[in-house]
């Protein structure tokens, strides 16, 4: 797109007189402002070196056709070659371009196109002395230059800023934008092409309205020298019928002569050259001009006139045609007489004869336009103001029947990606948009029962998940059936489907037992998977008959080993020598549990931790702490979803209400404890999401005195 509109410009400055514009109006200088420059330098910039030559041969080739066919002036015809049109604005594009080329990279890119430019036009300038009879002043050419360096400079710096404004912005055009910017470049394009047909339309007009007038005016000056001679004539026949020879006539009547032979004059009385330009009778050497001025008789007419203008005579007396030719100003008179102005100018000659008299009449070019600006300039407002309302129509079109359409289908995507399976895409008006929309809800329906079978399926394997999770959990109560010393309970309640908290409690031996709660720093599926692997592990070591730090020591190094998801596990885990009711615990990063002391007594927080939580550091060591249980002791384990469970006003449950819940509940057995608490944690995040898992362990020590059928099992 670029490259068509840089050819139509290069055309349309060419064809609309604007390749050279005079801007000395004083005619002091002799400086054009060469706006032909502006396409090969744009297309240098902004496509490159090989775009510049080809703008500049398709510039020169242009230029090199105008002046052919409809040149501006005298000074185009004569100094437009093949040489200083084609050569030079190929020449021009390759050398500017190859200044850009390496100017650009190396310094501000507004620097380097001033310097590129400056150097081109002098460059330019010299070059056009050299091959050229134009010989203009030091000034002139300074002039020139500074003139050449403004049309090419200002063009390529505004171009490249736009440029990268529009790359800047390019990922953020809408289709209004992009849709817009290639409208008024079309429309563009259409109005140079619309004004530059009118022009050469009117110019072609004009030249021939002024063709068909100049031969009008010819042939009546031929018309009205035939009734010149034919009363010539009748006086001779009159001489011959009185017996005198046409001297005789001369002699005898030389007024009745003198006043026939100023009829030949009288033929171009009311002619004026603002009207009509120059006409001349040409008669034997003698020239009567419009002010009818006699030039002497027996004048060397070739050389009063000159060769081409001679030549372009005769050639429109044979053809009958108007003939281009460049003149120097009009003929002249009196002191004057047989010579020229020093004004050269462009014009159009037409001549023909009449007996031995020839009738030229020579029109300037500023004669023949007079009335091509007008006309243009009517033309040319009334296609702006036409393209305007179909830009404006064409826009708006856009607007209603395409991009309000794709906004409406893009806020139902919006809606879709978001989540919402439900809206539906009801954009209609046109086959394609409806179809469009057809396909998109197609799409979201079968994108909604996909989707219904994908949640069925996670839905039954994290059924199954939850069952193997809770089937790993031990459920059986009492927890010690044959320990009636110890009365447990315990519930996991998971956030989502499947959790990360857990609990345990198995026995060690025939007098110890162990139990334990454990928090996983992940939920879901993730945290499950972390968390059967820390149960598996710590009940084995435990289990295996290790100390408390030593199989804590153990197990962590074995969750930080095989813990890639960087995961860990908070835990209070305890061994219970049931008979003495020695109590060895350690608390790895666990919340802190509570003692009630003796049945009905009060509650008591154990603040002591053993180590940090495990998973995370494989040099932990753990520090396991001891206390003795009396009779009617109770220990109650939870995880942080009791305390940090929020309600609808987003306020935790905390240990301040665990603890006045506790104080309320102080001679419950662990399963009305466990029970209660989580009835009681549950009304106060109602409405609430449950954020985290909740697990609860509660255990009573009944004591030795408690369990009488006990004694009778040991050994003696």
């Not at 396991?624 to 306020?651: C, I, M, Q, R, W």
Request: net charge negative; hydrophobic share 45%.
């Amino acid at each position: 797109m670029a490259v068509v509109l840089l050819v139509i410009l290069a055309i349309s400055l060419n064809f609309l007189q604007l390749g050279f514009v005079p801007i000395d109006r004083t005619g002091t200088f002799d400086v054009y402002a060469i706006l032909l420059l502006a396409p090969p330098s744009l297309a240098a910039l902004l496509l490159g070196t090989i775009a510049g030559f080809v703008l500049g041969v398709v510039t020169g080739v242009v230029l090199c056709i105008h002046s052919i066919v409809m040149p501006l002036d005298f000074q185009e015809l004569k100094l437009v070659t093949p040489i200083t049109s084609v050569g030079m604005f190929s020449a021009y594009g390759l050398i500017i371009g190859v200044l850009f080329a390496l100017l650009l990279p190396r310094m501000r890119s507004c620097v380097s196109i001033v310097l590129s430019c400056f150097f081109v036009a002098l460059a330019g300038s010299v070059t056009l002395e050299l091959v050229s009879f134009y010989d203009p002043t030091g000034i002139e050419t300074l002039l020139q230059v500074v003139v050449d360096t403004a049309i090419t400079a200002i063009p390529c710096l505004f171009a490249r800023k736009l440029t990268q404004v529009v790359r800047e912005r390019l990922d953020d055009i809408g289709v209004r934008e992009a849709f817009r910017m290639t409208i008024f470049v079309v429309v563009l394009l259409a109005f140079l092409i619309t004004i530059t047909i009118s022009y050469v339309t009117v110019t072609l007009g004009e030249l021939e309205s002024a063709n068909a007038a100049i031969k009008s005016e010819v042939n009546y000056i031929c018309l009205q020298l035939e009734s010149t001679k034919q009363r010539a004539a009748a006086f001779e026949k009159i001489g011959a019928a009185t017996g005198h020879s046409l001297d005789e006539v001369k002699t005898l009547a030389p007024d009745a002569y003198e006043i026939l032979d100023d009829s030949v004059g009288s033929v171009l009385e009311g002619y004026t050259m603002e009207q009509t330009g120059t006409v001349a009778i040409i008669d034997d050497g003698c020239i009567i001009v419009t002010d009818d001025s006699r030039l002497p008789a027996g004048s060397d007419v070739h050389e009063l006139l000159g060769d081409e203008i001679w030549k372009a005579i005769e050639q429109s007396v044979q053809s009958g045609e108007v003939q281009r030719i460049i003149y120097s100003g009009v003929l002249t008179s009196g002191d004057d007489a047989g010579g020229y102005d020093n004004t050269m100018q462009l014009g159009y000659l037409l001549a023909g004869q009449q007996g031995d008299h020839i009738v030229m009449i020579i029109e300037p070019s500023s004669m023949v336009f007079r009335d091509r600006l007008g006309v243009m300039g009517r033309e040319t407002v009334i296609t702006f103001i036409l393209l305007s309302v179909v830009f404006v129509v064409v826009t708006r079109l856009l607007s209603t029947m395409v991009a309000r359409r794709i906004d409406q289908t893009n806020e139902a995507l919006a809606c879709i990606t978001s989540g919402d399976l439900d809206v539906r895409c009801e954009v209609a008006g046109t086959r394609e948009f409806k179809s469009l929309s057809e396909g998109i809800n197609k799409t979201v329906d079968a994108l909604k029962r996909l989707i219904a079978e994908a949640e069925h399926r996670i839905e039954a394997d994290l059924a199954t998940g939850r069952a193997i999770q809770e089937g790993s959990l031990p459920k059986q109560y009492p927890a010690f059936p044959d320990v009636e010393a110890l009365d447990l309970f315990a519930s996991m309640d998971a956030a989502k489907e499947v959790g990360g908290d857990f609990y345990d409690f198995f026995s060690i031996d025939a007098n110890t037992v162990a139990f334990l709660v454990a928090d996983v720093s992940g939920k879901g599926i993730p945290g499950a998977l972390f968390m059967m692997a820390a149960k598996a592990e710590i009940q084995s070591c435990l289990s295996s008959g290790m100390g408390m730090d030593d199989a804590l020591t153990s197990a962590n190094k074995y969750l930080c080993t095989h813990n890639d998801a960087g995961m860990f596990v908070t835990v209070w885990a305890a061994v219970l020598d049931w008979h003495t009711g020695q109590l060895t615990y350690v608390n790895a990063g666990h919340n802190y549990p509570l003692l009630r002391h003796g049945r009905g007594g009060s509650w008591e927080w154990l603040k002591e931790r053993s180590g940090p939580f495990m998973g995370g550091f494989d040099m932990a060591t753990y520090r396991p702490k001891s206390l003795v249980l009396e009779p009617g002791d109770e220990l109650l384990l939870y995880t942080d979803g009791v305390n940090e469970a929020f309600s609808v006003d987003d306020e935790e449950y905390g240990n301040q209400r665990l603890e006045r819940f506790l104080s309320e509940h102080i001679d419950e057995r662990p399963h009305e404890v466990v029970q209660g608490l989580r009835k009681d944690v549950a009304a106060w995040a109602e409405g609430a999401q449950q954020s985290d898992d909740i697990t609860i362990l509660a255990l009573e020590y009944k004591g030795w005195d408690d369990a009488p059928q006990i004694l009778e099992q040991l050994p003696a």
